[in-house]
């Protein structure tokens, strides 16, 4: 029969060594553990397996070293030409020394919200709304600066600063609206005289280059029929010159030659000239032409024609 004394001790060792195994405790990746021993701070555990004195240690906190990111709610700041707008940000943090964390600031997210409110206030009241608006970078900069100059003794690091949204008053947005629509109708005014322009060059240039090329028709056609008629001059003279070799080379009389000049000056007097002159050793020609002609007309009966000299 087991003894009711052996049973409870056992139940004791067991709770005890449950008790004592539940002290162990690990500290994961990315996290650090703050303890306090007798309520004092005692250690920051890394890494690792860790042991908790009972009745003597407690962890105070567990901090997180990951980079944070706190969207905070817009803020009403004021601008330097005194318009209130509204303006929200976005902080990157990092706790770099988590004792300071713990035992810098209570509410260390809140000590921040309202750091980052009245810095932003000021940066803001120092432009003008213009300014406060394509300023982005500049704020980002400086509010960054400040900050982490600000929560350097809290055991944080402030990495970035964003202005997440700026919005000017209602009124304010309509002018900037019609603005821009003004802004808007003017660019597209000049791109389109831009293009009527850049058309209107074009055209020229086309018609000028047209024209050119017309010009350049033309004086090939009037060198092509220069030419052509040169060359017909050449085979006509050529021709003439072949046929006068061929005379000569025949050895023609004076009877053919002297019938050749008549009627050559037939055809001159086919012509539109009012005058003719007739060379002298061609006058005994005509005049024997005559003679033949009046004796043809005796022989037939008909009417005399006389013969102009």
Same mark, same amino acid.
């Given at each position: 029969?087991?003894?009711?004394?052996? !049973?409870?001790?056992?139940?004791?060792?067991?709770? !005890?060594?449950?008790?004592?195994?539940?002290? =162990?405790?690990?500290?994961?990746?990315?996290?650090?553990?703050?303890?306090?021993? &007798?309520?004092?701070?005692?250690?920051?555990?890394? !890494?690792?397996?860790?042991?908790?004195?009972?009745?003597?240690?407690?962890?105070?906190?567990?901090?997180?070293?990951?980079?944070?990111?706190?969207?905070?709610?817009?803020?009403?700041?004021?601008?330097?030409?005194?318009?209130?707008?509204?303006?929200?940000?976005?902080?990157?943090?990092?706790?770099?020394?988590?004792?300071?964390?713990?035992?810098?600031?209570?509410?260390?997210?809140?000590?921040?919200?309202?750091?980052?409110?009245?810095?932003?206030?000021?940066?803001?009241?120092?432009?003008? %709304?213009?300014?406060? &608006?394509?300023?982005?970078?500049?704020?980002?900069?400086?509010?960054?600066?400040?900050?982490?100059?600000?929560?350097?003794?809290?055991?944080?690091?402030?990495?970035?600063?964003?202005?997440?949204?700026?919005?000017?008053?209602?009124?304010?947005?309509?002018?900037?609206?019609?603005?821009?629509?003004?802004?808007?109708?003017?660019?597209?005014?000049?791109?389109?005289?831009?293009?009527?322009?850049?058309?209107?060059?074009?055209?020229?240039?086309?018609?000028?280059?047209?024209?050119?090329?017309?010009?350049?028709?033309?004086?090939?056609?009037?060198?092509?029929?220069?030419?052509?008629?040169?060359?017909?001059?050449?085979?006509?003279?050529?021709?003439?010159?072949?046929?006068?070799? %061929?005379?000569?080379?025949?050895?023609?009389?004076?009877?053919? %030659?002297?019938?050749?000049? =008549?009627?050559?000056?037939?055809?001159?007097?086919?012509?539109?000239?009012?005058?003719?002159?007739?060379?002298?050793?061609?006058?005994?020609?005509?005049?024997?032409?005559?003679?033949?002609?009046?004796?043809?007309?005796?022989?037939?009966?008909?009417?005399?024609?006389?013969?102009?000299?």
């Amino acid at each position: 029969m087991i003894n009711f004394g052996t !049973v409870l001790a056992i139940v004791i060792v067991i709770v !005890v060594v449950g008790y004592i195994a539940t002290r =162990f405790t690990i500290v994961t990746q990315a996290n650090r553990f703050i303890v306090e021993r &007798l309520g004092g701070y005692y250690a920051t555990w890394d !890494v690792g397996i860790h042991f908790l004195v009972p009745f003597i240690d407690r962890i105070k906190q567990r901090v997180s070293i990951k980079e944070h990111v706190v969207d905070f709610d817009p803020q009403p700041v004021i601008t330097k030409d005194n318009v209130t707008m509204q303006i929200d940000t976005v902080v990157f943090y990092q706790i770099t020394d988590p004792k300071l964390f713990t035992y810098g600031v209570n509410f260390p997210i809140k000590a921040i919200d309202n750091l980052t409110s009245t810095t932003l206030r000021n940066i803001i009241g120092d432009l003008e %709304l213009d300014e406060s &608006l394509t300023s982005r970078d500049h704020i980002n900069e400086k509010m960054r600066g400040i900050l982490d100059e600000a929560t350097d003794p809290w055991g944080i690091k402030i990495n970035r600063v964003e202005v997440k949204n700026i919005i000017p008053p209602k009124d304010i947005r309509e002018a900037m609206e019609k603005q821009m629509r003004a802004e808007r109708e003017k660019r597209q005014a000049i791109l389109i005289a831009e293009g009527n322009k850049r058309s209107a060059i074009l055209n020229a240039e086309g018609e000028k280059e047209s024209r050119i090329l017309r010009a350049d028709g033309e004086r090939q056609t009037r060198i092509l029929e220069a030419t052509g008629k040169a060359e017909a001059i050449i085979k006509v003279q050529t021709a003439t010159a072949k046929g006068i070799e %061929l005379i000569k080379s025949a050895k023609a009389d004076e009877a053919f %030659l002297r019938l050749e000049a =008549f009627k050559a000056m037939a055809q001159i007097a086919d012509g539109q000239a009012t005058k003719l002159i007739i060379p002298s050793d061609m006058q005994g020609m005509v005049g024997m032409a005559s003679t033949l002609a009046e004796a043809f007309n005796l022989e037939s009966g008909d009417k005399k024609i006389p013969l102009k000299k």
